[in-house]
């Protein structure tokens, strides 16, 4: 098992920016994707970004809406996930939570059923 705490929400005016953080402990070794959703509410939980490592190699996906405006990224050394969120707009209002999967991060998607530790989240809200 890994456990995951998230860290950096807030609020934050539109076009503004923000960085979450997602530190993992426990057996990280047999976790190979780690990733972020979002919930806002009223809403089903959404695939954000997912990062995979092989030694220094870094492969990563991001969901349409995201691209360009949002970047993931690990530090192995730190076991800590990162997501940078840029250009911040009020639709980006939602609890975000770090997730991590025995499968590898690809480019089909998102599926949160595929991912088997959560943490419990981290509010941002995006309002002026």
């Known amino acids: 098992q890994v456990q995951l705490v998230e860290s950096g929400g807030g609020l934050v005016q539109p076009g503004g920016s923000l960085r979450l953080s997602c530190a993992a402990s426990?057996?990280?070794?047999?976790?190979?994707?780690w990733a972020w959703f979002r919930q806002a509410p009223g809403k089903e939980r959404e695939g954000v970004s997912c990062?995979?490592?092989?030694?220094?190699?870094?492969?990563?996906y991001y969901e349409d809406s995201m691209k360009g405006r949002f970047t993931i990224s690990r530090d192995n050394d730190k076991n800590t996930v990162y997501l940078e969120m840029n250009s911040l707009k009020p639709e980006d209002t939602a609890v975000y939570f770090c997730?991590?999967?025995?499968?590898?991060?690809?480019?089909?998607?998102?599926?949160?059923?595929?991912?088997?530790?959560w943490g419990q989240g981290t509010q941002v809200t995006v309002s002026s």
């Open positions: 997730a991590a999967s025995t499968y590898y991060c690809s480019n089909y998607g998102l599926q949160p059923i595929t991912y088997s530790s």
């Open positions: 426990g057996d990280t070794l047999d976790y190979h994707a």
């Open positions: 990062i995979s490592s092989s030694g220094y190699t870094h492969y990563t």
